[in-house]
């Protein structure tokens, strides 16, 4: 009898021990591991962005023809793309956030969904009313709506399941972000870094909505879920507790109430060490006169326990950030990187600020961080040992101070990369990166925090990157266990959209013109196919297969900071124009409006 | 009845003189040289408007963006509307109320001045010092 009951505990110790197994959403797991669909936004919870579907190639891509269209009706930017899942494609818009089920078959809206949402939440997001699209997981669909209001709906018919209010947007959260499931839970951020709020990520139960767990980027240890003696950080070369109070401790009084660390990119897991990883925001204000100190944990990539909520390891990547390099930028897994002649199971990251980060991705340990283009000059390098950037004073807007404008930092706050994602190909192991290649002057001022109202603090002016080829954007392919760009492929304007790349030996991204263009993954500078599309994309690539047939499909519709901001702000107003005609020509190729193309081979 | 046109009466006399002493001579609410001095009052406006970050809708150089284009409001909006505009808000179409802000209600006559300025052509985007 003993024997028998010792025999079952081990059983059970056993499930236990290998969570990722036996516990995560099989349902969503099958689904990714078929190529046939595209279940979640980045394909898969890696964040690879990469597909094994290989009937487009280098070798036909060129015969590529547009098979059908869709219009949102929705104008303003649209981010992310939609997913597929068996027959049926799901797609979404920018604030009012509709969502359309799609019949594959013949392109029929099965369902709609558009939400009744306060338009006052508009003024209250910041850079253009964008969202990043939805998830799949057990019969339903989640949408993350601006107001922050994450709903269930079912995938059949579009109904609402549940609904659950995640933020308060009169205290500035808003939401952008898509959300994520990983296991019975759907992962979900907010925005609102540049209106003082206080960065959070939650879990909420896929089957009722209940909140699981909610763990600040700020504050005292409990609110972040970190064990002083548990949670761990890179520190003079190894890993080491955080010890107590690591938030507090960095910032002056109570400003860590008011501190960003927002959380609205995208999210990826590992169902072996059964943990999430995301990047938190910049602190807030941007003015970093007025918030003395590290300002932990903004900046910061974060690995959490899926289930818990608890903090098992955090890097700080921008300490005391000057420029607003929001760490929130994707972080991709990716196993047997040879980092000096040793394969890592690891985490990439391409950081706003420039640099490319390769971590261990269970213990944490900083393993590379080199640029990844090369105009980067607000910092020398990193110390490996203490894991800081070392900061240029001349491009310090820290030291030269507030109330002076602070030129030539590059790159600009818009970051080396953004939110578009990047593809990563376990055929070569390379990642394939979209990033933006522009430079500013800053000048920090004081402000007032008032609840809701803007609380950025900062003026800003961008451009181009003197002295380098004339546009703003660069495609790229990175090694991540040297921290070298392989090859670098100049472009006109940022390049604002997620990148695909594919078995058949492509990489496929969006350009803010609207061009769609498909690359030889082993020459980038190869360019196969491009089709301009019905407005600039800020959109990612996904693929498909249907009935036999691979397709590729996008959203245009530029807007987003990129085009918003490139199309109408960036003017240097007080030192002439003549550094800004890229940036104006914008105009010249696109307009505004959401479109979902989709391409097949004839 | 006849009282109420005579008070009207007189609250439109009192603001056809007020400009009297709140507005330049030549009837402009804004002091400009150089089309980047201005006055105080106008340079607070400024202020107000980079600390409120108005330019996330509306645009660095006020054409619109989000937001309505500013340059082509003020020439047809009256300060008061521009003032009810902006502390009320205008909920349904996205614009918040300001009455909540202090920099706001206490310079709303400065960021009247500097955007009349914007729109008349006489002010330069950007950067603004103070008119001495």
């Given amino acids: 009898m003993a024997s028998k009951r010792t025999y079952k505990w081990g059983v059970l110790f056993g499930l236990a021990a290998l969570p990722g197994l036996a516990l995560a959403n099989p349902e969503v797991i099958k689904l990714t591991g078929d190529s046939k669909n595209w279940a979640m936004q980045a394909g898969n919870m890696q964040n690879q962005r990469y597909s094994a579907l290989k009937q487009i190639n280098k070798d036909n891509v060129k015969d590529l023809k547009v098979a059908w269209t869709f219009s949102t009706g929705v104008l303003r930017g649209h981010e992310g793309g939609p997913l597929v899942i068996g027959d049926m494609l799901y797609v979404h818009s920018p604030f009012p ?21 306060d338009p006052t939440v508009i003024p ?21 709506q601006a107001d922050t209001n994450l709903v269930a709906l079912d995938a059949k018919t579009g109904k609402e399941v549940w609904k659950v209010k995640n933020g308060d947007p009169k205290k500035g959260e808003t939401n952008t972000n898509a959300p994520h499931v990983f296991k019975d839970k759907v992962i979900t951020g907010i925005s609102g870094g540049e209106f003082g709020v206080r960065g959070y990520l ?60 927002t959380t609205w990119g995208w999210f990826s897991y590992d169902p072996k060490l059964n943990l999430l990883y995301y990047g938190s925001g910049n602190p807030s204000t941007w003015n970093p006169v007025q918030r003395p100190g590290d300002n932990k944990w903004s900046m910061t990539i974060w690995a959490r326990d899926v289930d818990t909520g608890q903090t098992k390891w955090v890097y700080q990547m921008t300490p005391h950030d000057e420029w607003d390099f929001d760490g ?33 991705r269970a213990t944490g340990e900083l393993l590379v961080a080199e640029k990844f283009d090369p105009t980067v000059n607000w910092a020398t390098h990193v110390d490996m040992k203490t894991g800081r950037p070392q900061v240029v004073k ?8 507030a109330d002076v404008n602070t030129k030539g930092v590059c790159p600009a706050a818009l970051g080396t990369k953004d939110q578009q994602p990047a593809a990563y190909n376990p055929a070569n192991k390379l990642f394939y990166v979209p990033t933006n290649h522009v430079c500013m002057d800053y000048e920090p001022f004081k402000v007032e925090y008032t609840a809701g109202q803007p609380y950025v603090g900062a003026t800003l002016s961008m451009y181009p990157p003197p ?48 061009y769609v263009k498909c690359v030889d993954a082993n020459d980038i500078s190869k360019e196969l196919y491009k089709f301009k599309t019905a407005s600039g994309i800020i959109g990612n690539l996904n693929t498909w297969e249907y009935k036999g047939k691979q397709y590729i499909g996008v959203l245009s519709g530029i807007g987003g900071w990129a085009g918003i901001g490139l199309a109408a702000g960036l003017e240097k107003d007080t030192d002439g124009l003549g550094a800004v005609g890229g940036y104006r020509e914008l105009k010249n190729y696109t307009e505004l409006g959401g479109v979902l193309t989709v391409f097949v081979l004839p | 009845m006849k009282k109420t046109q005579f008070v009207a009466g007189i609250a439109f006399v009192l603001v056809a003189l007020s400009p009297g002493y709140a507005v330049a001579a030549d009837g402009k609410p804004y002091k400009v040289a150089g089309g980047n001095k201005v006055d105080k009052v106008t340079l607070e406006g400024w202020r107000t408007w980079r600390a409120l970050a108005c330019e996330r809708c509306h645009g660095a150089r006020q054409e619109g963006m989000v937001g309505p284009s500013l340059i082509e409001s003020l020439r047809r909006l009256s300060k008061d509307e521009f003032k009810g505009s902006v502390l009320k808000g205008r909920p349904e179409k996205g614009m918040p109320n300001f009455d909540g802000s202090k920099m706001v209600t206490e310079n709303i006559d400065g960021l009247y001045a500097y955007l009349k300025g914007r729109a008349d052509g006489a002010i330069q985007p950007g950067r603004l010092e103070e008119l001495k």
């Avoid at chain 1, 699209?133 to 993350?144: E, M, P, S, T």
């Avoid at chain 1, 939650?202 to 064990?227: N, R």
């Avoid at chain 1, 001349?394 to 101070?401: D, F, I, L, V």
């Avoid at chain 1, 004339?470 to 304007?493: L, R, Y």
């Fill in chain 1, 97 to 117: 956030n509709k969502v359309f089920a799609i019949s594959l078959a013949d392109q029929q809206i099965k369902w709609k969904y558009e939400p009744k949402q």
């Fill in chain 1, 124 to 144: 209250v997001m910041c850079c253009d009313t964008v969202n990043r699209g939805v998830a799949y997981a057990d019969g339903k669909i989640f949408l993350q």
């Fill in chain 1, 394 to 401: 001349q491009y310090s807007t820290q030291a030269q101070g």
């Fill in chain 1, 467 to 514: 002295k380098s080829h004339g546009g703003m954007g660069n495609f790229i392919v990175w090694d991540a266990g040297t921290g070298k760009i392989v090859k670098s492929k100049p472009e006109k304007f940022s390049v604002w959209s997620g990148a695909l790349v594919t078995a058949g030996g492509i990489a496929c991204y969006g350009t803010l013109e609207g």
């Fill in chain 1, 328 to 360: 929130v930028n994707e972080m991709i897994l990716a196993d047997g990187i040879n980092v000096k002649g040793k394969p890592r199971n690891v985490l990439v990251h391409f950081d706003r600020n420039g640099f490319g980060y390769t971590m261990d």
């Fill in chain 1, 202 to 261: 939650a879990a909420y139960d896929i089957k009722t909505g209940k909140q699981v767990w909610k763990g600040y980027s700020t504050g005292p240890d409990a609110e972040m879920l970190m064990d002083p003696d548990k949670t761990m950080t890179w520190t003079d070369g190894k890993m080491a507790p955080v010890g107590r109070d690591s938030s507090l401790k960095s910032w002056q009084g109570d400003q860590w109430k008011i501190g960003g660390g």
